[in-house]
């Protein structure tokens, strides 16, 4: 069975740095791309962006370029998300999910990991 | 971007009746369309990919249809268990975007 595990919740202060990471399971990783979904309170969804692991190929959302790092560790089938200054405002739920179809860019997501709650506050 | 637009907001329903839920994009998505349950506390579950398949699993109470513009999702007849937060996505360029969500609630 394909399965997304997800590290645990992190509280941090603000310009404090973070890695959370999304281990995958049940499927070739490195045929599928992984993406990043963040969620705020109360909010709906938004896609912050897309990582290959066969080649490290990455697409970022616009506004979050420069703001996050999306890598992956093909030896142990792990995607990262990273932070290298926390700000109040990264305080969300953080999902990993996988796309739909091998190799596909531009597709849905369908498995998801469980999400990881990423507090930032003085 | 392209902005997906969600209505109603909020719709209130009895078990066993039909909901219909809208998605219209400010721009073709041609059937880059998919739609997600979300329940408090869990991760969003894929229902509808491609605008109309049902993803593995899924109640055949589900179906989505539309195309370019404008999307249903429909609930033929309510559970209990389908009171949630319905989100539909985009994906048909790499820059893809959520509508903002339609609650269900129990009427």
């Known amino acids: 069975d394909v399965q997304l595990v997800q590290s645990g919740a992190e509280v941090k202060k603000p310009g404090e740095s973070l890695k959370i990471s999304c281990v995958a399971s049940?499927?070739?990783?490195?045929?599928?791309?992984i993406a990043w979904v963040r969620q705020m309170p109360g909010k709906g969804l938004e896609w912050l962006g897309s990582i290959y692991p066969g080649d490290s190929d990455t697409r970022y959302r616009p506004s979050f370029r420069g703001q996050v790092t999306i890598s992956v560790d093909k030896s142990i089938s792990t995607a990262y998300l990273q932070w290298n200054s926390l700000q109040a405002s990264d305080t969300a739920m953080y999902y990993c999910?996988?796309?739909?179809?091998?190799?596909?860019?531009?597709?849905?997501?369908?498995?998801w990991g469980q999400g990881v709650v990423v507090t930032v506050s003085s | 971007d392209i902005v997906l637009t969600q209505s109603p907001v909020t719709l209130s329903v009895s078990p066993g009746e039909r909901a219909t839920l809208s998605c219209r994009a400010s721009q073709s998505v041609n059937s880059r369309l998919a739609w997600y349950q979300q329940k408090p506390g869990q991760a969003p579950r894929l229902l509808i990919y491609?605008?109309?398949t049902r993803a593995t699993g899924i109640p055949a109470r589900f179906g989505g249809s539309g195309s370019g513009t404008e999307f249903t999702l429909t609930i033929s007849s309510l559970q209990s268990e389908d009171f949630a937060v319905y989100y539909c996505?985009?994906?048909?360029?790499?820059?893809?975007?959520f509508g903002q969500g339609t609650r269900v609630e129990i009427k």
């Open positions: 049940g499927y070739t990783f490195s045929e599928y791309w």
């Open positions: 999910t996988r796309h739909l179809t091998i190799h596909m860019i531009n597709d849905a997501f369908d498995f």
């Open positions: 491609a605008a109309s």
């Open positions: 996505l985009q994906y048909n360029n790499w820059l893809r975007t």
